[in-house]
């Protein structure tokens, strides 16, 4: 009987979050938002959507304030949805 000694990782429940982001209006505005989003710990995916101004992020265990933070490093202003 084999028994396995690898610890239990406990990992972030999946999170969902949208943004209204204010200003956007073409490709570089999407992809300076995406790249910036993306880099914050915990996300796995960033959609933006120019024509609603929203910004969708999926993760586990990302923070609020880091992904606002990382939203006006690109130059923008956003809010939670």
């Known amino acids: 009987m084999s028994t396995d000694s690898t ?5 972030a429940p999946a999170t ?14 999407r992809v300076a938002v995406a790249q ?3 880099g914050v710990a915990g996300v796995d995916s960033v959609e933006v959507d120019l024509g609603m101004g929203r910004v ?9 304030a880091a992904i606002l933070e990382a939203i ?10």
């Open 16 to 29: 969902e979050a949208t943004y209204v982001v204010a200003g956007m209006s073409c490709d570089h505005c």
């Open 36 to 38: 910036e989003v993306g």
């Open 72 to 81: 006006g490093e690109a130059g923008y202003e956003g809010a939670r949805s």
């Open 56 to 64: 969708r992020v999926s993760g586990a265990g990302f923070d609020d």
């Open 7 to 11: 610890p239990a990782v406990s990992a």
